[in-house]
């Protein structure tokens, strides 16, 4: 089937076997491989990404789902050379160590700001939690997202 996304501020016209999931599509067809695969069965997080604003596991929507919707991924959320503050919030506090997780949590931390579960440490951590760090870099992850809270992320 025909699919046309608006994937970071660009049109994108493919055409999809159905059972094409939105991070395979973004990953194999397209080359934005920022979003990871990590379990594929929506139980780690690592292929978050924002659609129309709102945070979803790309492994486990379809892609023609999405026909005509806006998706962010972590290649778009800089502003060209400037980090998101968010992401700048992330290096300040040394909130990964493998990197793997990562771009799942920086995009999953904008939708959890903008929804307002962001408003203490518990909070953050419950509304993060289906984001997983094999690494274990969670307190860090946490001190990032009130810094970027702080600063209006
Ligand atoms: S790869 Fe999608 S939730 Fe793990
Ligand atoms: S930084 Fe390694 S899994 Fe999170």
Redesign the pocket.
């Known amino acids: 089937m025909p699919v046309r996304l608006k994937i970071n501020g660009k049109d994108i016209s493919a055409d999809v076997d159905t059972r094409t999931t939105l991070l395979d599509l973004l990953r194999e067809r397209l080359q934005l491989t920022g979003s990871k695969k990590g379990c594929d069965h929506g139980q780690c997080g ?1 292929c978050t990404v924002l659609v129309n604003g709102r945070r979803i596991n790309s492994c486990l929507s379809l892609a023609v789902v999405h026909d005509g919707e806006e998706i962010t991924t972590i290649e778009g959320l800089a502003n060209g050379e400037q980090l998101h503050p968010m992401q700048a919030a992330f290096v300040e506090h040394d ?8 771009p799942g ?1 920086i995009c999953s931390a904008v939708a959890c700001v903008k929804e307002g579960h962001a408003k203490s440490d518990d909070e953050i951590r419950e509304w993060m939690s289906g984001n ?6 969670y307190p860090n992850i946490v001190d990032a997202i009130k810094d970027a809270v702080a600063k209006n992320a």
């Open positions: 690592a909130g990964f160590q493998c990197g793997y997780c990562t949590q997983l760090c094999r690494c274990g870099a």
